[in-house]
């Protein structure tokens, strides 16, 4: 079945799929095994591609999460420090990435006023 598949294949660079599958009707044998071997691979190719598409969103999702907790651990530890937070600041804060999220969080215990930390998200761009 290789010897066919590779001919088909080989003998004209711009072939296409219905130009391979007429260079294969003619044996019936190997135009069967060609599609079942095709199809195996289209659907290896599928559940591969869905494997990697769910890892990368789990992981995406892990990232966005803790993310969203540590925005939140901020928002908590300043509300703390500084009473009701503006909701000028509130928004600032929530539109802190995950690694300004994480600068602030490692700088909060020192930001000693609200303009303090009004100052720090002006500086971070939020």
């Not at 019936?28 to 659907?43: G, N």
């Not at 803790?66 to 509130?90: E, S």
């Amino acid at each position: 079945m290789r010897k066919p598949c590779l001919y088909a294949m080989s003998t004209d660079r711009g072939l296409d799929i219905h130009s391979v599958t007429n260079r294969l009707k003619p044996n019936k044998l190997i135009y069967e095994q060609t599609m079942s071997l095709a199809q195996k691979l289209v659907q290896e190719g599928l559940e591969k591609g869905l494997e990697q598409g769910l890892e990368k969103g789990l992981e995406r999702g892990r990232q966005e999460g803790i993310g969203v907790g540590m925005l939140a651990a901020c928002q908590r530890m300043a509300g703390r420090k500084f009473g009701k937070l503006p909701a000028t600041v509130l928004r600032q804060l929530n539109s802190l990435n995950y690694t300004q999220a994480e600068s602030l969080c490692d700088d909060l215990p020192v930001i000693e006023t609200l303009a303090d930390l009004k100052a720090w998200l002006k500086t971070a761009g939020a």
